[in-house]
């Protein structure tokens, strides 16, 4: 595979590079970008020669530091010493997983587990804890919950509802607009709405969580753009990964992976609150099956 010392992918502080971008100003970009593609360089940088480096300001550097979740610039430049010192070990290896059309099949099978793992680890790194708490409890306690996904995320919705349902709580799938806003204005309070949503501006999306979002009910967005319109409608906004696109591997397949894990978090949670319920639940389903199968 083509090494690249400066592509790395498996650390925190590149999920929320790419999680934040979107949001920050451009030469806030500038700098961030600059800290994720070489932290060892970055971090022998005083605040004054990155903002040389970047061609922006000292107030700029600060501005994004705190953005990246830390105090202020000599955190950060702590933190990006440890990622570099990471790298030096070994432990977080620089290769490009893009996949080209003459690859062998071995090499695609590698270079896609490891950008699932990636993903994932990304995913985990930026996912708002106190958001995944509040939906979960939300979920736990639900009369009623709605999930509106389209395609790929249409899947990932379908997903959770069949999990939801197996715990014995009463969830539906919506991949129909129509069908998705018909029901959203029977939601209420006490009631979730959940709308997946990888650009975060699929608007069969987005207006039955607004209607659900009007008619009182809780509402989540699982999306990879927490700037997004579909968050304006969202009580709890749980980010995903920012995915990584090529020409073979378009953006509905790689950003499904940290859908589904969002969605796992979402289901282990309730059923952990549940637990009184969703255990017997579990378990009959569990022996129906086997039933079936015995047959």
């Known amino acids: 595979m083509t090494q690249n010392v400066k592509e790395i992918f498996g650390n925190s502080l590149a999920a929320k590079v790419r999680t934040l971008a979107p949001s920050m100003t451009r030469s806030m970009q500038r700098v961030a970008e600059a800290v994720a593609k070489d932290p060892a360089g970055c971090a022998a940088l005083t605040v004054t020669g990155l903002a040389e480096l970047t061609g922006t300001s000292e107030a700029t550097v600060v501005r994004t530091a705190r953005i990246l979740g830390y105090p202020g610039y000599r955190d950060l430049r702590l933190a990006l010493a440890g990622l570099a010192a990471q790298q030096a070990s070994g432990r977080a290896p620089a290769i490009t997983t893009d996949i080209a059309v003459d690859d062998p099949i071995a090499d695609v099978v590698t270079k896609l587990a490891y950008d699932e793992q990636q993903t994932l680890a990304d995913t985990a790194a930026g996912l708002d804890t106190v958001q995944l708490a509040a939906a979960v409890s939300a979920l736990a306690g639900a009369r009623r919950t709605d999930v509106y996904g389209i395609g790929a995320s249409g899947l990932v919705a379908q997903d959770l509802t069949q999990k939801l349902l197996r715990i014995g709580l009463m969830a539906h799938a919506h991949s129909d607009p129509h069908l998705a806003v018909t029901n959203a204005v029977q939601l209420r309070a006490g009631d979730v709405a959940i709308a997946i949503t990888h650009s975060g501006s699929t608007g069969d999306v987005i207006e039955p969580l607004r209607v659900a979002f009007e008619h009182g009910a809780t509402t989540v967005a699982i999306t990879g753009r927490p700037d997004g319109p579909v968050t304006q409608y969202a009580d709890h906004v749980l980010t995903t990964s920012t995915a990584r696109e090529s020409e073979l ?36 389903s569990y022996e129906a099956l086997a039933h079936r199968h015995r047959r």
């Open 249 to 284: 591997r378009p953006a509905a397949m790689s950003s499904r992976t940290s859908q589904l894990l969002v969605v796992d978090c979402l289901f282990v949670g309730v059923a952990q609150q549940t637990y009184d319920t969703a255990g017997p639940a579990l378990a009959a």
